[in-house]
Antibody
Framework: QVPVQESGPGLVKPSETLSLTCTVS????????WSWLRQPPGKGLEWIGF???????KYNPSLESRVTISVDTSKNHFTLNLNSVTAADTAVYYC??????????WGQGTLVTVSA | DIQMTQSPSSLSASVGDRVTITCRAS??????LNWYQQKPGKAPRLLIY???RLQGGVPSRFSGSGSDTHFTLTISGLQPEDFATYYC??????????FGQGTKVDIK
């Protein structure tokens, strides 16, 4: 069983909303912060934001107007919604465990392409 | 945002070499500096946290040092599995966390 696993559509149309879910296995969401990050093809890493099981969030200011991260502790998963996407949002999206800024457990990543 | 600058952007090295990668922060981050290794098609892997603390399961040939604005990652005795891209990341401020641009280590 993969400890942290992203799921969601691999193709999103421009102007629509990208939605991804991260399912956590073998651990409880309540013990840590949980982050979303992304990596455009051939480029570096960008932190999107994190959530605590209490629901408190913090987002990258560059994306804050378009991002929502939520948590469902009963299902042991958290979700990313990014609205009004453009081709610039095409990337591999990672969910990960955030131990006070040390991102120590990563999902395998999922490629999301924004294209009509 | 705190800007993180790595050097070099790439380097070629041989198995057994000692390799040093530098990361500079645009302002003091005390020791809130982490290092990651990423291989093609894979997620990053945490190597070093808090500038010098080795993550569990990471070989001891990896070491980190530095504080304030200047940090280094050293690989003492490069192994074939170490050819990868390395990123530094500051966690001093989560508004936002920021990464260096990466250093690609390939085979000479």
């Amino acid at each position: 069983q993969v400890p942290v696993q992203e799921s969601g559509p691999g193709l999103v149309k421009p102007s629509e909303t990208l939605s991804l879910t991260c399912t956590v296995s073998g651990d409880s969401l309540t013990n840590y912060y949980w982050s979303w990050l992304r990596q455009p093809p051939g480029k570096g890493l960008e932190w999107i934001g994190f959530i605590h099981f209490s629901g408190s969030t913090k987002y990258n200011p560059s994306l804050e107007s378009r991002v929502t991260i939520s948590v469902d502790t009963s299902k042991n998963h958290f979700t990313l919604n990014l609205n009004s996407v453009t081709a610039a949002d095409t990337a591999v999206y990672y969910c990960a465990r955030d131990r006070g800024g040390n991102i120590d457990l990563w999902g395998q990543g999922t490629l999301v392409t924004v294209s009509a | 945002d705190i800007q993180m600058t790595q050097s070099p952007s790439s380097l070629s090295a041989s198995v057994g070499d000692r390799v040093t990668i530098t990361c500079r922060a645009s302002q003091s981050i005390t020791n809130y500096l982490n290092w990651y290794q990423q291989k093609p098609g894979k997620a990053p892997r945490l190597l070093i946290y808090a500038a010098s603390r080795l993550q569990g399961g990471v070989p001891s040939r990896f070491s980190g040092s530095g504080s304030d604005t200047h940090f280094t990652l050293t690989i003492s005795g490069l192994q074939p599995e170490d050819f990868a891209t390395y990123y530094c990341q500051q966690s001093y401020s989560a508004l936002p966390y920021t990464f260096g641009q990466g250093t690609k280590v390939d085979i000479k």
